[in-house]
DNA sequence: GCTACCATCTGCAACGATGTACTCAAACGG
DNA sequence: CCGTTTGAGTACATCGTTGCAGATGGTAGC
């Protein structure tokens, strides 16, 4: 079978706790006993048993990353960041996949997923503030990109409301003046949707013109609700000249709807998103769209879960950051 | 701190392992028996720590992905529908990015990432089929989506000649006859560039036309190579009228070029591409490409995995399986 | 020369589950 | 009526580590 410590020390002629010390970099070990026990490991090939390691120690150095679902490119491309910084710190990321489910969200929480793990990255879709509060035990948790603000929480997340406000004031500063609003959950207030779209009504007030609801097109949050939006108001007959996803993806799906139709981009009807996904660089015409500073999220939101583990990060309440956001100006609205 | 099973079976009258043997399901309990337990548990709340049990019984339940990294879309999309069918087994994936580099995938196999799995799907791009041989260890690998047919290993793949050779013909069949191949890589036979290339070929001499070097832009693999290589045909001159990306980002990357300097998609240059992501449906023009049944290879890959994990599976050679294609055509090329 | 101290190393118990071997009583066969 | 089988449950060892509490032996202090 595998080697253990057991066989090392035997090797090394010392006990087994021995080992057990030169492992963790006890202080008290003469450079001679050190280096005999480290020739042992080397000749042996000894791999440490991680499991018998977290049996004993409680500690499973993973991270659990709780998203909707890996297929969206925006949580590929958040996931794979984070993983790469998580592992620069020696931690892995186990990803659990919640389809914005409340039970989901609620199982990933509190049941087998959280034992796996040390602490939690969290993106709450579907789960209020108080219900993750009540469920998430003792572990820590950091939330992650949705505008739950709430002294219990660690919280990285972007500036959605200030981002937003940019990105419209920046189609109304083309000559827009009809810039429908794609993706907005008219329910929503405090989730990403709902702080983006109010930032689409604060840069509305800035620039003096009045809110339109015949202009926010509500649905779903992926490519097919985009498109979707677009085609119903095209088919209402909704005159627009301009189009804010909330996200990239709404976007694209909107631009192609338009583009479908014969619609020009952005002669005729100038379309925006969020989040700068790598496709919003490619798409044809390339997408105008915000930043919102992910390698930032990423390295913050890593950074503090981790000190919260290892218990480098002070008591108090939740620490909140806020990445700062970049408006990429490109071909589907100069 | 937690519950134990020891407190399960204090509060239920019976011994510890009468508690293990109601939640192993072994056949000689007495109905009492088993409530009192199952009533027990219910009022303790006790969950079974998933890292003693992996201690004692050497399972873990997981199952490693290794692949180059989530932020492809084709990963994005794989490692999300790997993990659902997963779920639907019991097991959790975790996920190991490979860089596609020759020394992080090979301590996906040997270091510490395989003690945390009881098997591995693999999706060698830059090892060798002896390399993975030599260094697998006796957990189950089965490789995915790249071509080294070697009867050692599991392999559950798709049809990358026969597709590629479907959709070059397709090209063809649309009166092209000079298409730029974008992606290959001059060393690789095996590998999936190396038969996409080789199906571009046969279709190529089915019609009876001669295959010119100079079409054939090598480079990287995902989008900026796609829109790079084009860049490099434009420039030097070299006339082509479509252009087969050996996976969708490539094409994407290269319509994206195509369109940027003027030249129309499909009017001037037809596009195909090879994966069906889920970008392909709504780029404009919307791709024309492949489908390589991914739903296909996802349930069969996972299934074959955890049939060998659980010995289900008769031990001999590798089992070879080759999902269906089908081609999506689209705007880009009609 | 004896105590006190320190660096260094060791043995044992424990983490929480499962496998093996065993006990014990009831049922059964002849 | 006694030996054997079978159902039901239990005791103990074990998986490979780490924490805790010593054990050891040399040196310093006075």
Sequence with gaps: MAVTMNDVARAAGVSLKTVSNVLNDYEFIRPATRQKVNEAIAELGYEANLTARSLRSGKTRMLGLVLSDLSVPYYGELASKLMKVA???????????????????LSALQGPF?????????????????????????????????????ARFDLVTMKN????RAVTAHLLAGGRRRVAVVGAHPEDSGGSAGLRLSGYRK???????????????????????????????LDA??????????????????????????????????????????????????LTTVSPGMDEIAERSIGLLI?????????DDGVHVEADFILKIRESAP
């Design 307 to 315: 000190d919260r583990i290892e218990g480098l990060q002070p008591e």
């Design 87 to 105: 592992s620069l710190r020696g931690y892995r990321v186990l990803v659990e996949q919640s389809d914005a489910n409340v039970d989901n969200e």
């Design 161 to 164: 409301e200030e981002a937003a």
């Design 203 to 233: 840069a509305l007030e800035d620039a003096g013109i009045a809110f339109d609801p015949a202009l926010m097109a509500p649905g779903g949050w992926w490519r097919d609700a985009g498109a979707a939006a677009v085609a119903g108001l």
């Design 237 to 286: 007959g909704v005159p627009f000249d301009a189009v804010f996803g909330l996200n990239d993806t709404l976007a694209l799906g909107a631009m192609h709807e338009l583009l479908i139709r014969g619609i020009k981009v952005p002669q005729d009807v100038a379309v925006a998103g969020f989040d700068d996904i790598d496709e919003a660089r490619f798409a044809s015409p390339s």
């Design 114 to 150: 959280r034992q796996l793990t040390d602490g939690l990255l969290f993106t709450p879709l579907a789960m209020e503030a108080d219900a993750v509060a009540s469920s998430r035990g003792n572990k820590p948790v950091v939330l992650l990109g949705e505008y739950i603000l709430d």
